[in-house]
């Protein structure tokens, strides 16, 4: 991931360690000669444990020149499991085997120092989310999810408090009642004010499967909801 503020690179990595087979997040500032000014590597929950991986997928920063980071974390030694079995996608490579999946968002402050992480954790088929967009509406942070798996996908939207990480708001697709369950696959928020999303949507009508895309305009209120 890569942003460029004030005439410099932020980057966020993966950190590999070979000797643990432990993959941990780096932060990093480039200035424009190329001149590395500051990379560290975080842990980003220091207090779980057999947390073997994390991957950074999405950046932003603030006015003030904080630091949101969005991703997925693999950890613990065995797989969710449905209906009694382990779902086909377990078995992640972890330390231990299979691990669980989660997701998290970290705030930095400009010093690179970290703030809070807020986490999905994989510990039933709702606490499974996938993120797949972000954005700051008055420098708060916004993400939009994939929640659950199979049967239960849906998309869902929600709002971080930026001084503390906890939720301010979420949005779950159920209530546009147009599919049973959705897929998001992109997501676009414009200088409007106004996000986009589209995917894949399932329903059953008179015991058929019915499937197909959408495209869902969502406009917030002067407080940030949608």
């Given at each position: 991931?890569?942003?460029?503020?004030?005439?410099?690179?932020?980057?966020?990595?993966?950190?590999?360690?070979?000797?643990?087979?432990?993959?941990?997040?780096?932060?990093?500032?480039?200035?424009?000669?190329?001149?590395?000014?500051?990379?560290?590597?975080?842990?980003?929950?220091?207090?779980?444990?057999?947390?073997?991986?994390?991957?950074?997928?999405?950046?932003?920063?603030?006015?003030?020149?904080?630091?949101?980071?969005?991703?997925?974390?693999?950890?613990?030694?065995?797989?969710?499991?449905?209906?009694?079995?382990?779902?086909?996608?377990?078995?992640?490579?972890?330390?231990?085997?299979?691990?669980?999946?989660?997701?998290?968002?970290?705030?930095?402050?400009?010093?690179?120092?970290?703030?809070?992480?807020?986490t999905y954790l994989e510990n039933d088929m709702d606490g499974v989310h996938f993120p797949?967009?972000?954005?700051?509406?008055?420098?708060?942070?916004?993400?939009v999810y994939n929640r659950g798996l199979f049967e239960s996908n849906v998309q869902k939207?929600?709002?971080?408090?930026?001084?503390?990480?906890?939720?301010?708001?979420?949005?779950?697709?159920?209530?546009?009642?147009?599919?049973?369950?959705?897929?998001?696959?992109?997501?676009?928020y414009t200088t409007d004010g106004n996000l986009y999303t589209c995917g894949s949507g399932?329903?059953?009508?008179?015991?058929?499967?019915?499937?197909?895309?959408?495209?869902?305009?969502?406009?917030?209120?002067?407080?940030?909801?949608?």
């Amino acid at each position: 991931m890569v942003k460029y503020k004030n005439g410099k690179i932020y980057l966020c990595l993966g950190l590999n360690d070979f000797n643990t087979n432990l993959l941990s997040l780096c932060l990093a500032v480039v200035n424009t000669n190329g001149t590395i000014e500051q990379a560290i590597p975080y842990t980003i929950l220091p207090d779980m444990e057999n947390l073997y991986f994390t991957y950074s997928k999405f950046l932003n920063m603030d006015s003030s020149d904080n630091i949101y980071v969005t991703g997925t974390l693999f950890y613990g030694e065995g797989g969710i499991v449905r209906s009694g079995v382990p779902h086909t996608g377990a078995n992640r490579g972890g330390k231990g085997g299979s691990t669980f999946s989660g997701t998290f968002v970290v705030k930095f402050n400009s010093s690179l120092e970290q703030q809070w992480v807020s986490t999905y954790l994989e510990n039933d088929m709702d606490g499974v989310h996938f993120p797949f967009g972000t954005f700051l509406k008055n420098n708060q942070i916004v993400v939009v999810y994939n929640r659950g798996l199979f049967e239960s996908n849906v998309q869902k939207i929600v709002q971080y408090d930026s001084s503390s990480g906890s939720i301010s708001w979420e949005h779950l697709d159920t209530s546009t009642d147009v599919f049973e369950t959705t897929r998001v696959a992109s997501s676009l928020y414009t200088t409007d004010g106004n996000l986009y999303t589209c995917g894949s949507g399932f329903s059953e009508i008179d015991f058929v499967n019915v499937t197909g895309i959408y495209l869902y305009k969502y406009a917030f209120d002067g407080v940030g909801n949608v």
